[in-house]
């Protein structure tokens, strides 16, 4: 009987294997299946250097061409700097308005008067430009600190003070600026707003025939677009200074000015919304730093003509912003825009150093590709096959 069996098996020819099935073909097919041919890009040295090479001729070109147009070497003026820190009270010269302000005894004996000085300068060549920006410089104050860079409300700023039967309370951030020695709520309140840069300046062109021209200032457009718009906006009740939620709030302590009184020709240009505390409290990242003060449109001005002609000029100053106790300089800066924005020393200084490291990157792979002997860099073709 196993014989029988036997020699049926071997009579039985029927191929029980699985048969494979045919491989389907076609683009489609091969690209999900990601069978398709595939170009992938070879990185060497000598097909890197050009990049490195191009890119920091680019840059050296660039820096070069912002130092030149910043430069004052040139037949008119970009930026001039005068440092007012020292100068003397018009009222007594032999005290300057930095002792003045510092010194309570010589404070009192003038009754509190506001200390002025006059600073006269004179421009060699004229500064050219439809507009003329002032700016003033400020030197070892750290608005970067984080305690102060948090020192305020941002829900005072868009006008959010409650009623006068339940004023908003400020936040802690604010404290210690956030009421004053009777309890009063401080409005706006925090440390930034409270060290509100706060002298008056005006400039006068010193006229051979006219005498001392007083040179127009624009106090709108110094501030950012955005925060115009949106960061700073006045509490309705603002607009009337004889609402009763007026007695919840106070002035900051070391403000000579209420919240009304910040532009006295602008009555729209005051409270949250005035310029000059917008750009205030827009905190600097160093402790050298300059801000926006004044806007001069010398297309507007017969005088002016293109711009402030070579002559001599002088700055009207009520000195009020004490900064000696801490080591610390004040000026303004003068400058005229170029093509590439303001004068910008720095960037032209940087470009080119990066552009230079650029270079020598790309010398050094340009070399390296050469010695190794590893070939062009190129596109090489591979068939892709994932299993």
């Known amino acids: 009987e196993n014989t029988a069996n036997i020699l049926t098996m071997e009579n039985d020819q029927t191929d029980y294997s699985r048969s494979s099935p045919k491989k389907k073909s076609g683009f489609f097919n091969d690209l999900k299946q990601q069978r398709i041919t595939a170009w992938k890009l070879r990185y060497t040295e000598s097909s890197v250097s050009p990049v490195f090479i191009g890119y920091g001729a680019f840059l050296v070109a660039l820096g070069i061409a912002v130092l030149l147009v910043s430069s004052n070497n040139s037949s008119d003026i970009k ?80 006008g959010l003070i409650g009623s006068s039967e339940q004023p908003a309370e400020p936040v802690k951030d604010c404290q210690p600026f956030d009421r004053d020695d009777n309890g009063t709520i401080i409005f706006p309140c925090g440390a930034v707003a409270n060290s509100m840069f706060n002298d008056s300046i005006q400039l006068y062109y010193e006229h051979d025939l006219q005498g001392d021209v007083p040179i127009v200032q624009r106090r709108r457009g110094i501030a950012w677009s955005t925060d115009v718009g949106y960061k700073f906006k006045n509490p309705p009740e603002f607009y009337n200074k004889s609402h009763p939620i007026w007695g919840r709030f106070t002035k900051p302590k070391d403000w000579n000015r209420t919240i009304w009184d910040l532009d006295d020709s602008d009555p729209e240009n005051n409270g949250m919304e005035n310029e000059d505390f917008m750009v205030w409290m827009r905190t600097a990242a160093f402790s050298k730093f ?98």
């Not at 003397?88 to 032999?94: E, L, P």
Request: charged share 20%; proline share 2%.
């Open 79 to 158: 930026e001039f700097k005068i440092d007012y820190t020292f100068c003397a009270n018009v009222a007594n010269v032999s005290v300057t308005c930095a002792e003045y302000i510092q010194n309570p005894q010589i404070w009192s004996m003038e009754n509190f008067q506001i200390c002025q000085c006059k600073v006269q300068f004179e421009l060699t060549k004229p500064m050219k430009g439809d507009k003329i920006y002032i700016y003033y410089a400020l030197e070892n104050f750290h608005q970067n600190l984080r305690k102060y860079v948090k020192s305020k409300d941002d829900d005072q700023l868009l």
């Open 290 to 387: 300059r801000k926006m003060y004044r806007i001069i449109d010398t297309a507007s001005q017969d005088i002016l003509e293109t711009g402030l002609p070579a002559g001599t000029y002088h700055l009207k100053i009520n000195y009020t912003y004490e900064v000696t106790s801490f080591q610390g300089t004040k000026g303004i800066v003068l400058t005229a825009p170029t093509i590439f924005g303001q004068q910008n020393m720095f960037q032209g200084i940087f470009s080119i150093s990066l552009g230079g490291i650029s270079l020598v990157l790309g010398l050094l792979f340009l070399l390296c590709g050469y010695t190794c002997r590893h070939g062009k860099g190129s596109f090489t073709k591979s068939n892709v096959v994932m299993d």
